[in-house]
């Protein structure tokens, strides 16, 4: 039986890009060949993300935290000051802490510099930027198959999306209050799971008619109204149990929301309260088939005002009412 010593290099390399961060960590303090023969390795990490959160107690001090699967590493400081922890499994260990006299965010470059001389780029199944502040540097690359931005200001999702040499992507989630529109192209358009885009885009009629992902949430004013029902259709084929669409439009002022039910698919009309007249409710019965064999009926609402209108589309989920169990009376007069 062969030992990892005699283990030919190659099949070495095969069985080191199996390994998560921890393993690999552990791997190169075995000796001197193995830590240069894990950081010539690829390196593809379950989950990769950067987090950025403020203080409570400075507002010029915010704590950057690096999460590589099981692994963190926090940069935390204000001006030229910063406090580097390291640790496993969220728990920060107290020999590995070190204070840097320089700007985190010089601190974190260089890091991620680091990283990219060894690997070439940020490669991860899931990859998540959460309201850090900071644009990727122009030699930055990431691939990853799940991607999600939350609040970067300033539009650095723009950018971080530009820096990204994924072809397409299984699950994308960009959300934002302020800055500027999304461009659409065809990879977000392409997002073959999940695609919820929570900031204001120009995507329009034609491109929602190349929308895939049955999970779908989209805000923008370039829909009209025709690329709506398509992106229904995809629902209702495609859709998994635990999917919703969902699209905010400016509508054409007295549209028929009738004309949104997919051709041949049954539905029955939902009792609208007085109080809430703005809302459009049919239970989609029937007519149409599920890949995953889902056949639920789904409930399509549209509420509206005068100038926009929220369309969503989801599983039916009974009221109340309606699941509790009809109990018999089995007691007899003589009882």
Known sequence: MSSWKTTPDDVKKEILELLDYESRCAMRLCSKKDYNLVDVTNFKAKNFAISEVFSNMA???TQIRV????????????????RVDRGWNGNALEEFSEIKM?????????????????F????????????????????????????????????HDNTWLDQCVSSKFEKL???????????????????????????????????????????????????????IRRVLENFLKNGQME???EITVAL??????????????????????????????????????NVHGIQNPRKLRVRYTPD?????????????????PIIENYYSDSE
């Open 308 to 324: 926009k209108a929220e369309v969503s589309c989801e599983i039916w989920k009974r009221a109340r009412s309606e699941s509790l």
């Open 252 to 289: 054409p002022e007295n549209f028929e929301f009738k004309k949104l039910v997919p051709e041949n698919v049954t539905y029955r009309n939902l009792e609208i309260p007085e109080w809430s007249s703005s809302v459009f409710e049919v239970k989609l019965l029937g007519g149409f088939k």
């Open 67 to 82: 999460d590589i699967d099981n692994f963190t590493i926090w940069f935390i400081g204000k001006e030229n000051q910063t």
């Open 59 to 61: 507002s010029n001090k």
């Open 243 to 245: 999917d919703r669409t």
């Open 173 to 227: 989630e960009i959300t934002r209050t302020h800055g500027p529109s999304l461009p659409i192209d065809r990879r977000i358009l392409e997002t073959s799971r999940s695609l919820r885009i929570g900031v204001d885009c120009s995507m329009s009629d034609e491109q929602l008619d190349s929308v895939r992902a049955p999970d779908f949430y989209v805000k923008s004013d370039g829909i009209k109204g025709s690329g």
């Open 120 to 155: 070439g780029m940020i490669h991860a199944e899931k990859i998540s930027f959460v309201m850090f502040d900071q644009p990727p540097s122009p030699h930055w690359k990431i691939k990853c198959n799940k991607l999600t931005m939350y609040e970067l200001r300033g539009g």
């Open 102 to 118: 320089e700007n985190r965010y010089n601190v974190i470059r260089r890091f991620l510099d680091r990283w990219h001389q060894r």
